[in-house]
């Protein structure tokens, strides 16, 4: 359960828009614990955020317990810490619902574009979520209070490493970080102009009947998908995945509509709107990428050689270039650095270099040392249409091949032994406090591992 109180306090502003929005629909109480009550729809929302933080999508099949035992134990935290009075002010809530506005009006380019993709005003994100994440922080408060003072030794690391068997002793792959600074060099007006001019007549086609809007899709959309699916698509207004001024238009649409040329960070497109029905739509769309010329890429690669020679000279850190000259939307937020997308971390192992745009990565690593930066090299991106552009790779640090020890490993395996004795802090406490909360749950939730050792702890008193 170590994951129990970063539940809420975690959770993103879209996915808490979406489980609002559920609780509409499915309002049941599926469990009450002290003035507090947890809705079923609580339960499915975290159930869908669950669903799309794991890699293929599989849920655990005691997916529903895990859920319900984590806010259950998140309320009664949150309930301890209102009769603790710790300290989470407004402004600390405040603060964070501002940081979590910045971070999507980042995303989505600007507060109206966030406005039209979720469907709620700054001013009613603010009261939607005020509660929330008042609780997220009043159940962090009151962890940290519980295992703030936990500490670890080293002869207790020692020994939770010497009770592990010899043969199951987790093998590290080398282990790289690896940063890139990516410029994608922008079409020229005439180039944007030509693509835009082309839409229009595609429109102008379906519109007096002499061409099919399928067809034209097949025939001419540089997404890759419109071969199979004639570029039809089902959006949610709540899903991230889909650039805002595409998800935008698609949503102001009226069905049976088409839109004039939408730019969008992949393109230009043409959406022509099938369905509506609540926060879906049904769209079918044609994306022309104008075309970036041999000299536009030629210039990106200068402007790179120049960065880079100043980063091998030391006239400027590889962070300092990144935010200086990457063109990534994710540059700001990861310093260009890959992400391990199992874990978030920077370590990656080579195996994991799998999308289309990683792969040139490999062929370069038997010729960069750690702290090299490779030549400019052409780059194209793994989203619809493939944008074209040039980067350099930075080879951070480079680990060998080993099983774990305690010389190699032991921030690793130290952050285990202090995780597990955490752990080991909350779960004790929860054991002596829930009992004096009432707690009422529904019957398929009471067999639960953790339930129903604590109901019966409550039938006790």
Known sequence: MNKIFALSAGTLLLCQVAAAQQKMVADKIAAIVGDKIILRSDIEGEMVNLQRSTVDGALPPNAPCMIMEQIIAQKVMV???????????????????????????????????????????????????????KEGLLAKAMQDKITGSVKVTPSEVKKYFDA?????????????????????????????????????????QVQDKTSDFGRLAILYSEDPGAKENKGVYILNRNDKQWDPDFLAA???????????????????????????????????????????????????????????????????????????HSDLPMSKFDGGMLQNRMNG?????????????????????????????????????????????????????????????????????????????????????LREKIPTYYIHVEDEFKQCNHIAKWMGSIAKQ
Request: hydrophobic share 30%; net charge neutral.
């Open 79 to 133: 309930m301890q810490a209102e009769r603790d009075s710790l300290p989470v002010s407004e402004q600390d809530v405040d603060g964070q619902i501002d940081n979590r506005i910045r971070y999507f009006e980042d995303l989505y380019g600007s507060r109206e574009k966030m406005k039209e993709v979720t469907g709620y005003s700054i001013y009613q994100l603010r009261e939607r979520f005020r509660q929330p994440i």
């Open 164 to 204: 592990i068997p010899k043969d199951s002793l987790q093998f590290y792959e080398s282990e790289l970080e690896i940063g890139q600074i990516v410029i994608l060099p922008k079409a020229t007006k005439e180039m944007d102009q030509y693509a835009v001019d082309r839409l229009l007549e595609f429109k102008k």
């Open 250 to 324: 698609s949503f102001r649409l009226k069905e049976n509509e088409i839109s004039s040329p939408i730019k969008s960070q992949f393109g230009y497109h043409l959406i022509q709107c099938i369905k509506r029905q609540g926060d879906n739509i049904t769209v079918q769309h044609i994306l022309l990428k104008p075309n970036v010329t041999r000299n536009d890429l030629s210039e990106a690669t200068k402007k790179l050689d120049s960065v880079r020679l100043l980063i091998l000279d030391g006239k400027m850190s590889f962070g300092e270039a990144v935010v200086k």
């Open 345 to 429: 971390s920077t370590l990656i192992t080579i195996d994991q270099l799998d999308q289309p745009s990683e792969r040139d990565i490999v062929l370069l690593l038997d010729t960069l040392k750690p702290g090299g930066i490779s030549k400019p090299m052409p780059y194209v991106d793994d989203q619809p249409g493939g944008r074209s552009g040039i980067r350099i790779i930075y080879l951070k640090t480079r680990t060998n091949p080993h099983r774990e020890n305690m010389t190699d490993d032991y921030a690793r395996i130290q952050q285990r032994t202090l995780q597990l004795k955490q752990q080991d802090a909350r779960d004790k406490w």
